[in-house]
C-alpha cells in the first residue's frame, strides 16, 4: 500500500500515521521528523532546513525531494509506506508521480484529513512532542500538564514553529501551496477525504474504514 496523507498543520496526520502505518505493516515516512532529526543533529541539511522552518516557510523543493527519493529507495520502503507531509505543493507531487512511475510504482490512495481552522489553531497550540520516542501528545487532551510522556517517560517540549505567529504563517502557506494538492489528486481520481474531528481512536477508525478497500 502507498498512501499519502494530507491536511493542515494541526489535522492529526502525525499522530494518524503512527496508528495506520503500524496497522498496514508499513514504514511511516514523515519529513517534518526527518527534517527535525536533522536539525537535532545539527547535520548541514538541518542547518539548512532550520532557517526555512523556524519562519513556516517550506524547504525548497530540490533538497526536500533529494530526501524523500533517498528514503523511499530504502529497502523497507519497496512494498510500501505512508507519506506524512510530502508532498506539500504540486511540484513535488508531480515528482513524486514521476519518480515512482520510473520505479514502476504508483500512489494507491491519497487520504485528506478535514478538520477547520479552529480546532487547528487548538490542536496545535497545545501540541507537545516526547524529546526521547517522537510521540506526539496535547496537553488538554491527553491531559499533559506534568511535561512527561507516558510511554517512555522522556521529556516533552513544545516545537519552535508551534508558536501563534509561525502558526498563521504555516496556515496560509498550507492554503496557498498545499491546499492545491487537494485538487490535483481530486483529479487523479485517488483522494478520499475523512473527518479528523473527535477522538483519536475515532479517526483512527474511519481512516481505517476508508484505506481497507485499496490496500488489496
Ligand atoms: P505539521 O505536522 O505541523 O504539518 P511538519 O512536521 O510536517 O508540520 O513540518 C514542519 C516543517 O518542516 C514545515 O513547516 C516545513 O518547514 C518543513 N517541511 C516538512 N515537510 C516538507 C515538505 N514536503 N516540503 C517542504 N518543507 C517541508
Ligand atoms: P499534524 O501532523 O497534522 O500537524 P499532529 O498529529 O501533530 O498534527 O496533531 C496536532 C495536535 O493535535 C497534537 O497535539 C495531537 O496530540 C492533537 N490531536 C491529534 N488528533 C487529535 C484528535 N483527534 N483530537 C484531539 N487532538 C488531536
Redesign the pocket.
Known sequence: MRLV?V????????????FIASNLSIPKI?T?DIFRANVSGGTELGKLAKTYMDRGDLVPDEVTIAMVRDRLSEEDAQDGFLL??FPRNVPQAEILRDMLKDWEQKLDLVLE?V?DDE??V???A????CSQCGR???????DKRDDICDVCGGTLFQRDDDKEETVRHRLEVYQQQTSPLIRFYAEEDILVGVD?????E??TQRAMKAIRPYAG
Open positions: 496523507l491536511g493542515p498543520p494541526g489535522a492529526g496526520k502525525g499522530t494518524q500515521a503512527q514523515s517534518g506524512d507531509g484529513l478538520v480546532e487547528v487548538r490542536r496545535l497545545g501540541r507537545r512532542t506526539i501528545w496535547h496537553v488538554e487532551f491527553d479528523a474531528t473527535g477522538p483519536v475515532e479517526v
